[in-house]
C-alpha cells in the first residue's frame, strides 16, 4: 500500500517515510536473527526511503500549507534516520567491519551534528578499534 502511496503526490512523503519505517523494522528482524547482510540491506533501504522523503517534507512545511498530521510526520525523520544508523553501523560491526561501521557512524554526526546520540556511537565504535581516549573524548566534547 505504501509503494501504491508514492504514485500519489500529497501522500508520497508520508508513504516513503512509513516504507522507511517498515524497511527499518525488518533490518531490526533480521539482524536479531543473525541475517546480516539481509539486515544491511533493509537498513540501507530504510535510510534511501527516509532520505528520499525528508526533501519532500522540508518543501512541503516551506511552503505553509502543510497541516499538523505532515508536521508530525515531518518530526519523525530525525529519530527514524538515526536508528537506521544505528542499525547499519551495528551490522557492520557484526560483521567485523569496524572501518564501514566508523564510516556510517561518522555520517550520522554529520547528518544529526546536535544530537549527543550519534557522537556516542562513534565515540564507542572508536574505542572499540584502539582509537586514542583523547579522539574519544575530543568526539564526546564535539557537541
Known sequence: ?????????EVRAKA???????Y???????????SLESAKDFAT????????AKPLFDDLLASGSSDDDDKR????????????HRIL???FAGMKDFGACEAEFR???????NIRGAWEMLA???????????????TLNSL
Do not use: H
Open 73 to 84: 510526520y515531518a518530526g519523525q525523520f530525525a529519530p527514524l534516520r538515526l536508528q537506521c
Open 89 to 91: 553501523g551495528s551490522v
Open 16 to 22: 516513503m517515510l512509513n516504507l522507511g519505517l517498515v
Open 24 to 34: 527499518q523494522k525488518k533490518a531490526e528482524q533480521m539482524a536479531a536473527g543473525g
Open 124 to 138: 564507542r565504535i572508536l574505542e572499540v578499534q584502539g582509537k586514542s581516549s583523547q579522539e574519544v573524548r575530543n
Open 107 to 113: 555520517k550520522a554526526t554529520e547528518d544529526f551534528p
Open 45 to 52: 533501504k530504510a535510510g534511501d526511503y527516509l532520505d528520499a
Open 1 to 9: 500500500m505504501f509503494l501504491k502511496g508514492m504514485e500519489c503526490p
